[in-house]
């Protein structure tokens, strides 16, 4: 790219830790966009993606209010691989145009882009210059899963399953952050990869 910054893609598997990740970085200056935020906007009412897929999944995926009950697709498209890639045909354009949109108004010199298929969705290769990929045990994620999101195991696990190896997203990392210990060992990856960052000409 040609303009003096870094487009980092932050990405990992569900409750390897991305989020905190994110929120490090954003604290350390970084403009941060987050993927998983922009899809939950397009599929709300008016949002530019909500007539697909209500239109696609019917109306028992709506809510009393009419929107749309994310708990409710969810059940549908994390047990169906082929009705996954029905929705994500759907909103992966509309939140790619956004995240574009954002990026080209942005003026920091780090901008982070949090998506959990950065890689899959080709973000990383039409976006960004660096590929940053959290990474934790497989109980860890269950546990999280089951600690945050009030899931239960088996339902974690489904989750799990519904996304790309660890492996795959580690392959195609620049940059791994390791999610097994505390947060300030976290922070101190986190960090030091920053610091890094520093060197590149293209900041200076």
């Known amino acids: 790219m040609s303009h003096p910054r870094t487009v980092i893609g932050l990405t990992g598997n569900i409750g390897t ?3 905190t990740v994110l929120e490090i970085l954003r604290q350390l200056g970084a403009r941060t966009i987050d993927a998983d935020q922009i899809a939950h906007q397009v599929i709300e009412p008016g949002g530019r993606a909500y ?3 209500v239109a696609t999944f019917g109306g028992e995926i709506l809510a009393e209010d009419g929107s749309i009950d994310r708990a409710k697709l969810g059940q549908i498209v994390f047990n169906d691989p082929d009705r996954l890639q029905v929705l994500e045909r759907i909103v992966h354009p509309v939140v790619f145009e956004q995240i574009n949109s954002e990026l080209t108004a942005a003026t920091e010199a ?5 998506a959990i298929k950065l890689l899959e969705a080709g973000m990383a290769i039409t976006l ?3 590929v940053w990929v959290v990474t934790t045990d ?3 994620q269950v546990q999280r899963l089951m600690e945050t ?3 239960n195991r088996e339902e974690a696990e489904a989750r799990m399953r ?3 190896p660890q492996a795959f997203k580690i392959s195609q990392a620049d940059v791994v952050l390791d999610n097994n210990g505390s947060l300030g060992e976290l922070a101190a990856q986190v960090k030091k990869a920053w610091d890094d960052l520093e060197l590149q000409p293209k900041l200076v």
């Open 51 to 53: 007539d697909d897929v």
């Open 128 to 130: 960004c210059d660096q």
């Open 17 to 19: 830790g991305k989020s």
């Open 162 to 164: 519904s996304q790309s």
């Open 110 to 114: 780090v901008i982070v882009i949090e």
């Open 149 to 151: 999101r009030n899931m």
């Open 138 to 140: 497989e109980e860890q």
